[in-house]
């Protein structure tokens, strides 16, 4: 159990890195779902698997509801950055995660006892990279991916302090709401870039 | 047979939603529906009796108030119904304004969707578990808002951003809460339960540093569909808000907080009323105004020991009307006039004289214009914060001046004449069936200001549910 939940909390980090460093949603897809399939490993550690499931059933869901909109979107533009953007985005990453391994210790002791610091650390990642994510972009995609790791963080936390059906099942629900107005901004902007082209065409 | 309150203002309004998306294209009848649907939730609740036994033949029906879902439960209780009439009756206010033009065609079925949403927030146990479903209702809201504009996004999606934050900081405070009930009073974990909570609450309604989504969103997207948000979200969520104060001792009687939340109020009254006041733009002074609203309301919540409480209640009614009206009115400006810049509407008292009586009226009320619905609310309020010795109330006297001042300005603009009107009588453009609301409202708003009693004081009832704060 404790190999697993090392795996996958490196696992996090690998792909919260990836969410948070690179721009390319082929990229963000695929971290996404690996962040999910993490997530789901750390709340089995508190939940059965039976329940837990349902956690990287919609998680996966969303991805593909994501990645698959974007990938029909035609001018879904690819990432064309800076090395020096993306070494500051890497650097801000590894701030988060060296400020998290200074204070879940602290959190552990004087607020969430019960809780496995793997699983809390997991969480806490998630959560911190994704707000810096939220910071430090605007592309709606991105900021919808960055809602649902921050969702997946709470939940992986969550987790292992309580245990209802009503409340994964309203979870799901939001999670799969996010991807749909995710799906809706994409569209969205990406009707609005095509007009904007055919007008400057003319 | 038993049916169940839930069903009747949670699930109906849910199917009706369903039949209005299905039939979206068909507007008058999404109109009559949505409308008559509200209204007569709305008057159901009104007029429920605290124990109702149907018998049709040998059908006999029996109304409780709860619904078992996946194990918890959700509740319509007896003593929430005149605030679930109150809410239901001005949904059909707003779905009845759906068929102005530009309104979004998904805002009838969103509007239904939202309200049942949030009635089940306020009755669901455990009572955390409405954070999710106002979640629910925020994703829901998305939809309706968007317009063309890229403003308009980056303003929707901080919105969905700060809401989705919110959710998860209330459900650990709530998880935490468990647990602080039974801790010495100086645990500093009672501290930062309180933080997480308060933090919750800040982004929930829009509180300094959080609201910079709602001028946004507010000069982005519909008139109509924007009064709606600014209405519905808060009003539930400071109503959910009760319920903390209600189940936990220490933060009932926690002085500090209660100061923190009154500083919090009349700060969001004072930065308000500034911005409102220096606004160019009128969707914009909107949204800024709806924060001094915000403030009102938790300066209401800070003197609950002196009645607060019943202020807070006492100030929706009148607060709802007048956003109605404000973003009525909005809505045909923004029809009339190419633009909703306060320049841009010069000389529009002249054409639609009854429009922009109804604009200044709205903003007015809303304002604290005695005679008007909102000012022996707001009078109470700002005696009582004068009262309390602090400089509260100069401050906030001082914030609520901010719309005042913006409608001033407003009214200069709006009747100065165009340069080729200067030597002609108005030239009056409006129709019957575009003023007829404003009149009808107009009155409304004046009589509840005349004898506000009767008309905003019955909403204070719902307080029975909550006995700790009577």
């Known amino acids: 159990m404790q190999a697993l939940s090392t795996f996958a909390f490196v696992l996090i980090v690998i792909a919260a890195m990836m969410i948070l460093i690179f721009r390319d949603w082929r990229i963000n897809a695929a971290a996404l779902a690996l962040q999910y399939l993490a997530a789901f490993a750390l709340v089995t550690l508190s939940w059965p698997i039976g329940l837990a499931i349902v956690k990287l059933i919609a998680g996966w869901m969303a991805t593909a509801v994501i990645a698959l909109t974007c990938l029909r979107q035609k001018n879904a533009r690819d990432s064309s950055e800076s090395g020096a953007s993306l070494v500051f985005r890497g650097l801000a990453g590894l701030l988060i995660i060296l400020l998290i391994f200074i204070l879940t210790p602290t959190l552990q002791a004087q607020v969430f006892r019960q809780v496995d610091l793997l699983i809390l650390q997991g969480g806490l990642m998630l959560l911190g990279m994704s707000l810096m994510q939220l910071g430090t972009n605007s592309e709606p995609y991105l900021i919808v991916i960055s809602l649902l790791s921050f969702l997946a963080g709470f939940e992986v936390i969550h987790a292992a302090l309580e245990l209802s059906t009503l409340l994964t099942g309203l979870l799901v629900v939001v999670n799969l709401g996010l991807a749909l107005v995710g799906v809706y901004f994409i569209i969205k902007v990406g009707e609005s870039g095509e007009t904007s082209k055919e007008e400057g065409d003319v | ?470």
């Open chain 2, 1 to 470: 047979m038993t049916l169940s309150t839930p069903m009747v203002w949670i699930i109906l309004p849910l199917v009706v939603a369903a039949v209005c998306l299905v039939l979206n294209k068909r507007r008058v009848f999404g109109i009559i529906l949505t409308s008559v649907t509200a209204f007569g939730l709305a008057l159901l609740a009104a007029f429920f009796p605290e124990e109702l036994v149907l018998s049709i033949g040998p059908l006999t029906l029996a109304f409780e108030e709860s619904l078992g879902i996946l194990g918890r439960r959700i509740t319509v209780a007896y003593e929430m119904l005149p605030f679930i009439a109150f809410i239901f009756g001005m949904l059909g206010l707003w779905g009845f304004s759906s068929n102005l033009p530009g309104v979004p065609s998904t805002f009838r079925p969103i509007g239904l969707i939202m309200t049942a949403s949030l009635t089940a927030a306020m009755g669901v146990e455990p009572f955390l578990y409405a954070a999710l479903l106002i979640e629910t209702a925020v994703l829901v809201s998305i939809p309706m808002l968007a317009s063309s504009e890229q403003e308009s996004h980056r303003g929707i999606l901080r919105y969905l951003s700060l809401m989705t934050i919110a959710m998860p900081l209330i459900l650990i405070a709530g998880w935490l809460l468990t647990g602080v009930v039974i801790l010495p009073p100086e645990s500093p974990l009672i501290g930062q339960t309180a933080m997480l909570l308060g933090l919750g609450f800040a982004l929930w309604l829009a509180v300094f540093p959080f609201h910079s989504w709602v001028p946004m969103v507010s000069q982005g997207s519909h008139p109509t569909v924007v009064s709606f948000l600014l209405f519905i979200l808060p009003t539930i969520i400071l109503v959910f808000g009760l319920n903390f104060l209600n189940r936990y001792a220490f933060l009932r009687t926690s002085e500090e907080i209660f100061n923190i939340i009154r500083i919090v109020g009349t700060m969001m009254i004072v930065f308000g009323g500034v911005w409102t006041a220096l606004q160019d733009h009128l969707k914009r002074a909107f949204g800024f105004a709806a924060l001094v609203e915000t403030g009102f309301s938790l300066l209401a919540i800070g003197f609950s020991a002196e009645g607060g409480l019943r202020w807070m209640l006492m100030l929706f009614p009148a607060r709802a009307l007048g956003y109605w009206l404000w973003g009525y009115a909005l809505t045909r400006f923004e029809h009339h006039c190419d633009s909703l810049e306060i320049r841009a509407v010069k000389g529009c008292a002249r054409r639609y004289p009854l429009l922009s009586l109804g604009l200044l009226l709205a903003q007015l009320s809303i304002a604290g214009l005695p005679l008007l619905a909102s000012f022996p609310i707001k009078i109470a309020l700002l005696t009582q914060a004068a009262e309390s010795g602090s400089s509260l109330g100069i401050w906030s006297f001082i914030g609520s001046l901010g719309l005042f001042l913006f409608s001033i300005r407003l009214l200069l603009n709006m009747v100065m004449p165009l340069d080729d009107e200067i030597e002609r009588l108005w030239p009056v453009l409006e129709k019957t069936s575009e003023y007829l609301p404003v009149l009808v409202i107009g009155v409304i708003l004046v009589m509840i200001g005349l004898i506000p009693d009767t008309f905003l004081a019955w909403l204070t009832d719902i307080l029975t549910a909550f006995p700790q704060l009577q």
